[in-house]
Every structure is written in C-alpha cells, then in structure tokens.
C-alpha cells in the first residue's frame, strides 16, 4: 500500500521558520516528481514546489528565495525548508507524488499538515 506521510506542520510567527517532511512507502518513486501543495481555507489547491525525478526543482513565484526543497532518495522522503514566513503563507500542505514516466499510477497524495503562520 502506497502511502505519503507529511510532518513538520504547526504554529510560527512571521518570520519564523518550518520544516516539513514526506515519507513516501509502498513503492519505488524514483521516477516520480515529488512535492508540495497547498490549500488556504476557501482557496483552491495550488502549487508549492517539486523536486524532479531529474533532480532539479521548481517553486511557485511566492515561495521563491525562502523556501527549499530537498530529497533524500534513500530514505523515500522530500523536505520541504520554510523561511521568512508570511501570515500568507497558512495552509494546509500536502505532500504530492507525480509519475513523469514509467509504470505506476499518474499521482499520490499526503493527508495534509497545518501551516499556520500568525503576524
């Protein structure tokens, strides 16, 4: 059974800083895209950052320059570091697996953690 395990969320004031971690179990993921997402209350989900089968990454143009986003591909678990954070920036995070090829279903999803960020 495929599951996505996200930690790390919590309570921060501006400024501060997060770590959030997806453990990723059931399967191979070294050919899927894993990252972030996001969802405010009364938002649709977007996107937050990915680190690609290849390696390299991408981030939304608001988390750009204060969030990284690492993999260790032993462990099956991306990371995602929080800086300077903004009350904007509370959400809930989900953690996402995204097949870029190969066999194995298209996606995969964490049950979410709470970023709450207070000014």
């Known amino acids: 059974q495929v599951q996505l395990v996200e930690s790390g969320g919590g309570l921060v004031q501006a400024g501060g800083s997060l770590r959030l971690s997806c453990a990723a179990s059931?399967?191979?993921?070294?050919?899927?895209?894993m990252g972030w997402f996001r969802q405010a209350p009364g938002k649709e989900r977007e996107f937050v950052s990915a680190f690609r089968s290849d390696s390299s990454t991408l981030y939304a143009d608001s988390v750009k320059g204060r969030f990284t986003i690492f993999r260790d591909n032993a462990k099956n678990t991306v990371y995602l570091q929080m800086n300077s954070l903004k009350p904007e920036d509370t959400a809930v995070y989900y953690c996402n697996a995204n097949r870029e090829y190969g066999l194995g279903s298209s996606d995969y999803w964490g049950q979410g953690t709470q970023v709450t960020v207070s000014s």
């Open positions: 059931g399967r191979t993921f070294s050919n899927y895209a």
